[in-house]
């Protein structure tokens, strides 16, 4: 598929050791890309690294050189395994510390002084430079500095977040896509299907197989940015598949 | 938590547009991760990558310098989108050609010649120097070469490989897991929760909150390989949480 000099990019940073041990499915990363595809902003890797600094810090780093935009999820909670802002801090090579803005966040929720104890103020240290980024569902905010957008991993958080900074972003073309399902297997369409991704090189043509119980086929999903060249494809794909059944 | 420098350690390469674009959910990395485990395998990273070679042999190259072990699902069926195989044979700098091991497989499920054709023969392309990984769902089959374990992408598939490749697989000491969820915010337990974890530690002690509807609580996952320990640090935790009610 055509990418553009000016496409829009975006990788993603799953941070927690409960993804990587499978104890938890990560949903976090699709609900973003959905997000950002939406929006034209391609993404091009997820990550799901380890509660651990070093690890944090070499993905973000990796990945905010090739992409115009990181996201990162997990890890900015209050308790002693939640190391992203340090991460994040050390990555940018800059300082971290309580952030007044952050802490007036935090005393809308916690009026009373006594429940704003050492846990939660961790929430407020924010790396030098970075700016907050708004949390409507229990006010202790995420931040972004440079590139990378820094989110919650409790789901609902970071959708409440990338609602607020998706308006942020510059967009891209959104790619359109369309889909089918042919009652044909995968190996009887392959070479039917690679001769018309020759022939439409502005379309990106993805094959994947399925089956149900004993029938296998294929779905077919075509991508392009270029909507016309879309439909020319789609029409060439279901005239192919009418010669095979 | 301890890492022994006999810790057996793996990374898992997701490889396909339809995750990267949110499309489809992933499920094969934490099927994979819970069976590592299951032998004491630590699966340190994950990445998802799109159908493109320069990504797969940039990651797999990676990961493969990093880990005891990468495994890699998705890329390796009939279509043009396939390009796991060639991406692998690129990254260990070795040709690629039909395997007479892999064409007496799809035998089996072809008889007929005429079924064998140019799609499904692209199956049976192996880097040279890899051994099959048996397929009994569809026969078309995996490979492993050096560290890396290539499977497909179709979970049943995945799933049927994975339980071909673990018994090759140099098994580590298991990490055992307690777990509770305590009705406590995360923010009131932080600080107690961070001085056990300095009392104990052999035990990684991680704390993730949830919420159902206005209640927030904190699920606690304690895990080792030292069960005692463990027991201890757990013994530790439910007193400490004691004081908090």
């Given amino acids: 598929m055509d990418t553009p000099a000016n496409t829009v990019t975006a990788a993603i940073v799953v941070i ?7 104890r938890t499915q990560d949903t976090n990363s699709g609900d973003i890309a959905r997000a ?36 990162t999820c997990g890890g900015i909670g209050p308790t002693h395994d939640d190391k992203t802002a340090d991460a994040i801090a050390a990555a940018f090579g800059v300082g971290i510390d309580f952030d007044e803005r952050a802490i007036a966040m935090m005393r809308e929720r916690f009026p009373n002084p006594a429940d704003l104890n050492e846990g939660r103020m961790r929430m407020t240290r924010i790396p030098f430079g970075a700016e907050l980024i708004a949390n409507s569902v229990s006010k202790a905010p995420g931040f972004h500095i440079g590139n990378v957008f820094v989110m919650a991993g409790v789901p609902s958080i970071m959708r409440a977040m990338l609602a607020e900074v998706v308006p942020l972003l510059r967009s891209g073309v959104p790619t359109s896509s369309e889909s089918l399902r042919a009652d044909i297997k995968e190996g009887d369409l392959a070479m039917p299907l690679a001769a018309l991704q020759k022939q439409h090189p502005s ?35 279901e005239a192919m598949l009418k010669t095979l059944t």
């Fill in 16 to 22: 927690g050791d409960e993804i990587l041990s499978g």
């Fill in 203 to 237: 379309v990106s043509i993805g094959s994947y197989p399925f089956n149900d119980g004993d029938r296998y086929g294929s779905n077919l999903v075509l991508r392009s940015r270029d909507t016309h060249a879309l439909a020319d494809a789609m029409a060439a794909v």
């Fill in 36 to 71: 950002l595809g939406a929006v034209g902003i391609d993404v091009t890797e997820i990550r799901v690294v380890s509660d651990e600094e070093p690890a944090i810090v070499e993905a973000v780093n990796a990945l905010r050189a090739q992409n115009s935009y990181v996201f």
